[in-house]
Structure formats: C-alpha cells, structure tokens
C-alpha cells in the first residue's frame, strides 16, 4: 500500500523559507514520478514542482526560481525547498507520486493517483 507523509511546513514571514519533506512507503519509489501540489481556501489544487525518476524536474511559473525540488531515492523521500516566501505561497501542500507519468503533464492533479494528506503552509505579510 503507497503511503506518503509530508512534513516540515509551519508559519513563517514574506521572504523566509521552508523545507518540505515526503516520506514515501509501500512501493519502489526511484521509479515514480513524484510532485508537491498547494491547494489555498476556495482554490483549486495546482501543480508546484515535479521530478521524475531521473532527477528531471518541472516547476509552474509562479515558483521557478524560489523553490527547488529534489529526491533521494535511498531514503525514499522528497524534498521542497521553498525560498522567498510569499503571502501568496500560502497553502496546504501535498505530495503526490505515480507511474508512469506523461512529462509533459507532470504537474496535473489528474496524473497522480497517490496523495498525503497534506501540510499546512502560511506566508504573512
């Protein structure tokens, strides 16, 4: 049974950071296409960063440059490091892995058939 736990999100100031953690069981991880997803009150969940299992990553526009996604296959785990914070970066984040998974739509909600449950971000002002 897949099971991801995320953890490391918290309340911090505009242009802070924060390092997201997924810890993944249940299957060979190295082979799955993994993501962070943010979903903020009365918004739809969206694709943040993904990276497959060669380490190639996707970022959506608002975060390129601010955060980085990693992995560490060894440790079965996921990373988001999160720099710059902004107010509008405030959601609850979520991990999500699947395979195979189509590239180009590699930060689509419906690609994923495996989620956290969540961890709460708040960027103030």
């Known amino acids: 049974q897949v099971q991801l736990v995320e953890s490391g999100g918290g309340s911090v100031q505009a242009g802070g950071s924060l390092r997201l953690s997924c810890a993944a069981s249940?299957?060979?991880?190295?082979?799955?296409?993994m993501g962070w997803f943010r979903q903020a009150p009365g918004k739809e969940r969206e694709g943040v960063a993904a990276i497959d299992s060669d380490g190639s990553t996707s970022y959506a526009d608002s975060v390129k440059g601010r955060f980085t996604i990693s992995r560490d296959n060894a440790k079965n785990t996921l990373y988001l490091q999160m720099n710059s914070l902004k107010p509008e970066d405030t959601a609850m984040y979520y991990c999500?892995?699947?395979?195979?998974?189509?590239?180009?739509?590699?930060?689509?909600?419906?690609?994923?058939?495996?989620w956290g449950q969540g961890t709460q971000v708040t960027v103030s002002s």
């Open positions: 249940g299957y060979t991880s190295s082979s799955y296409y």
């Open positions: 999500a892995a699947d395979h195979p998974v189509t590239a180009i739509q590699a930060l689509a909600v419906p690609e994923y058939d495996y």
